[in-house]
């Protein structure tokens, strides 16, 4: 059995002592940006992750989702943001956007926001997530993850087509609060239904929560805001302030964010294919 992991500040949470309470138990470990976690459980490389909500919603008819547990804001969300040279999104219609390669459910979210809220049809291109480079050659720029939160935080003149100058920075989960009123889910904890049973009787999903759980306790939190701090280059501070505003026990009114989200992201979208794992009691 195999688990993937990310090595963002945001994750850090679920697998605070994860494989500690796994030791033993034949299970091991594959780390990933979430694009590469959505392809591996896919291709049966690895049995459970936290992956791309967009994805659990496509590939429904293949995974189970653990209820509860998931990472979403109600808000900013510090981590998904639209870097870009001009001061109204709007601005933005048939101008070209770069998009992160890292993720899925960040780009479907800025397609949405540009459909639904601001009438645009921007030219969207996948690049290597690199803030300097992506905006040297496009008008926007979607970042996620670690780099996002450093980018977003000490806020930089990068090159322009016009020289030095300080991009506009937009986040998108304010940006889908504006819009909806709702938070907005970005990631989900899934297995695939071929190997849940058996990760279920090695006590692999007991441990998540449970290491979910202590992850969640001040204490470790504030462990893990002050680690993380030095790799980033940020205040501890700015990394705990950035853990407590972040949602990973989700509510019914995160799963009706996440409903929406996958309505105007899918066609024919059908919520009931969704199967969520079904347990005799849940951690959180």
């Not at 688990?3 to 697998?15: A, S």
């Not at 639209?82 to 960040?106: C, K, M, P, Y």
């Not at 459909?115 to 050659?137: C, K």
């Not at 407590?244 to 992201?265: H, I, K, Q, V």
Request: charged content about 25%.
């Amino acid at each position: 059995m195999k688990i993937g992991l990310i090595d963002y500040l945001n994750t850090m949470p679920f697998h605070y002592d994860l494989a500690e309470r796994l030791q033993g138990r034949g299970v091991g470990f594959t780390r990933g940006v979430p694009a590469q976690l959505n392809r591996a459980l896919m291709a049966g490389e690895i049995d459970l992750a936290p992956i791309s909500a967009i994805e659990a919603a496509r590939h429904a008819d293949e995974l189970v989702i653990l209820p509860d547990l998931g990472i979403a804001s109600l808000g900013a969300v510090r981590t998904v943001l639209l870097f870009a040279w001009v001061s109204d999104i709007r601005e933005l219609d048939g101008q070209s956007i770069a998009l992160t390669d890292h993720s899925a459910t960040s780009v479907e979210l800025l397609k949405a926001l540009c459909r639904e809220r601001y009438g645009i049809q921007p030219q969207f291109h996948v690049t290597r997530q690199h803030l300097p480079s992506m905006l040297a050659e496009h008008q926007g720029a979607l970042v996620i993850g670690d780099d996002a939160l450093v980018e977003g935080t000490i806020r930089r003149a990068l090159s322009s087509p016009h020289g030095w100058n300080m991009p506009y920075c937009y986040d998108l989960g304010d940006e889908w609060l504006k819009m909806t009123g709702l938070p907005f889910v970005f990631a989900l904890w899934a297995a695939r239904r071929d190997t849940a049973e058996a990760l279920d009787k090695a006590g692999v999903f007991t441990a998540l929560y449970e290491s979910t759980e202590r992850g969640l306790t001040e204490e470790a939190r504030d462990s893990i805001a002050t680690a993380y701090a030095g790799k980033l280059e940020l205040s501890a501070g700015v990394c705990c302030r950035y853990l407590r505003d972040l949602r990973y026990r989700l509510t019914e009114e995160d799963l009706a964010g996440l409903r929406r989200f996958l309505e105007l992201a899918l066609d024919d979208f059908d919520w009931n294919r969704l199967c969520f794992w079904q347990r005799a009691a849940v951690a959180l």
